[in-house]
């Protein structure tokens, strides 16, 4: 068993809980809980590739936004318990299925696991670390070891916002100071022949209903900081009111184009490099299943 799991100290929330005994704050125990394996189309380009990503979503968050569309393994945790050689198996499969990377969803809190499974089948392909930037920097070194790609979706730069989204005030502080250190370690973005990405940072960021100026605040708050051009920008339109009953006043809505374009100018105007998602993707078409199950095959065999 992990040691880092005994007083946990995973994340920016520091909640000290003896996973061993209880659920930290994300909700996670001891073990890694995944909710689906599978080749997933609809990441970057430069991650889907013709194939697919090699997509493990894992339950429970140490962030736990109001408005998340993951809603059901995020906050509801529904998931299956693996071990850490389960979880090589499942990064092997994944590779052999022809995964153009291994996509790790939202695996800040069972990081210990993760690098244990790594450790023991580390993939050919690249390893992208898909978070939602509630990272600690402290951490990032250890991470950037067993890395190819880190890419975190940053949320808010308000801490009002974030407090009340996530109830995590103290959100960008983190994210900027996990962000600069990161692209330091993995260097200026490297694609292959193909156009995969081999190496580097993708900025993703998703614009909420009401909340264009925090997203304008975002982008130059990164742009004081880092050379953008040594990154790339994933510009996200598909805010989808699934869960409504969970939503504040005023995000029960899709983004406009008027928010989503406003944002976009912004963007090119600060010289990011990347892509711009069209709002056509705000759907639920496009939001993964979680069947428990790895390339259609249950994750527990009972």
Not at 73 to 78: D, F, N, P, Q, T
Not at 150 to 166: F, H, Q, T, V
């Amino acid at each position: 068993m992990q040691k880092e799991y005994l007083s946990c100290r995973l994340c920016p929330r520091l909640c000290g809980a003896d996973r061993t005994q209880r659920a930290g704050r994300c909700g996670g125990g001891a073990r890694a809980l995944v909710a689906a394996a599978s080749l997933h189309k609809w990441e970057e380009p430069c991650l889907a590739g013709e194939r697919g990503a090699g997509a493990v979503f894992f339950s429970g968050c140490s962030l736990g936004c109001v408005f998340c569309q993951n809603r059901e393994i995020s906050i509801e945790k529904k998931g299956e318990e693996v071990t850490v050689s389960e979880l090589a198996d499942i990064f092997c499969r994944l590779e052999e299925a022809g995964a153009e990377c291994l996509d790790l969803v939202t695996a800040t809190h069972f990081a210990p696991s993760v690098f244990a499974a790594l450790d023991i089948a580390r993939p050919h392909i690249p390893v992208v670390w898909n978070t939602g930037g509630y990272e600690c920097p402290a951490r990032i070194p250890e991470l950037c070891r067993h890395i190819d790609v880190y890419m975190p979706d940053i949320k808010y730069c308000n801490s009002e916002l974030a407090g009340r989204l996530a109830n995590a005030p103290d959100y960008f502080e983190n994210a900027i100071e996990a962000l600069v250190p990161a692209i330091e370690m993995l260097g200026d973005c490297t694609f292959d022949g193909r156009g995969i990405m081999r190496r580097g940072v993708i900025m993703r960021h998703l614009i909420l209903p009401g909340c264009r100026e925090d997203s304008i605040s975002i982008l130059r708050a990164v742009a004081r900081e880092v050379d953008v051009t040594k990154i790339r920008l994933s510009l996200m339109s598909q805010f989808t009111p699934i869960f409504p009953e969970h939503l504040p006043k005023g995000m029960n809505r899709r983004l406009t184009g008027f928010e989503y374009g406003s944002v976009m100018q912004v963007a090119e105007e600060l010289g990011f490099i990347g892509w711009f998602q069209e709002r056509s993707s705000a759907k639920k078409d496009y939001l993964p299943n979680f069947d428990l199950k790895v390339l259609g095959t249950p994750i527990k065999d009972d």
